[in-house]
């Protein structure tokens, strides 16, 4: 039983394009949340994240919102570039980012085609 | 070290050995988390230490996994007579405190015959 659904195994985009990456949950309860980008043989490495009190956060290229009322996020990545191919995973957690483990979706393949 | 590191990298066995996988969390983290990738999913939670102590073991798949974390830093995770379905990369984190991001190492890569 998934509580957090990334349901594009993969996407492909061009070069200098937006990438849109979907995420979906089903834990009300759940109330920060975060992305993770993670290259071949290497552990995932934090990208941004957003707590439930808002709708948007940006950092730079990178861009995550908050649909709460439909338990949706999606980051969205604006110019791509070649080195954002890699595997993004949307995390999410209770309790204000703390205490246990976060769940983790299955992950989207981003394809950053020249 | 300047991130989390794991050993070994990769480790092959065969069914019904035991295996120790070891993580070497960020110098100063007192919290540290095992999850495990199995082959087209995502992260599972296995576990989660604050300090030397495992307030959170409710992601542990049986009895057969158990884990430890001594003088808050170095942990091992264990899993006796190994099945194949135990095969998967499994992943250590770290973070400064409860709540805040969490490093993760690249991960113990096990394959069990």
């Known amino acids: 039983d998934q509580q957090v659904k990334q349901n594009s195994p993969s996407l492909s985009v061009q070069e200098g394009r937006i990438s849109i990456l979907n995420c979906d949950y089903t834990?009300?309860?759940?109330?920060?949340f975060l992305w993770y980008k993670k290259y071949p043989a290497e552990g995932p490495t934090f990208l941004i994240s957003?707590?439930?009190?808002?709708d948007k956060n940006e950092d730079g290229r990178f861009t995550v919102f908050l649909n709460k009322s439909a338990k949706h996020l999606s980051l969205h990545i604006v110019p791509s570039q070649p080195g954002d191919s890699a595997v993004y995973f949307c995390a999410a957690s209770e309790a204000g980012g703390g205490a246990d483990g976060l769940t983790f979706g299955k992950g989207t393949h981003l394809i950053i085609q020249p | 070290g300047a991130g989390v590191s794991q050993s070994p990298s990769n480790k092959v066995t065969e069914k019904g050995k035991d295996v120790e996988l070891r993580c070497d969390p960020i110098s100063g983290h007192t919290a540290l988390y095992w999850y495990r990738q199995s082959l087209g999913q995502g992260l599972e939670f296995l576990i989660y230490?604050?300090?030397?102590?495992?307030?959170?073991k409710s992601g542990l798949p049986s009895d057969r996994f158990s884990a430890e974390r001594t003088g808050g830093s170095v942990s091992t995770l264990t899993i006796q007579r190994t099945q194949q379905e135990d095969s998967a990369v499994y992943l250590c984190?770290?973070?400064?405190?409860?709540?805040?991001?969490?490093?993760f190492g690249p991960g113990t890569r096990l394959t069990v015959l």
């Open positions: 834990n009300s309860m759940f109330d920060y």
């Open positions: 957003i707590s439930s009190i808002k």
């Open positions: 984190a770290s973070s400064l405190a409860r709540g805040s991001e969490q490093f």
């Open positions: 230490f604050q300090g030397n102590s495992a307030p959170d």
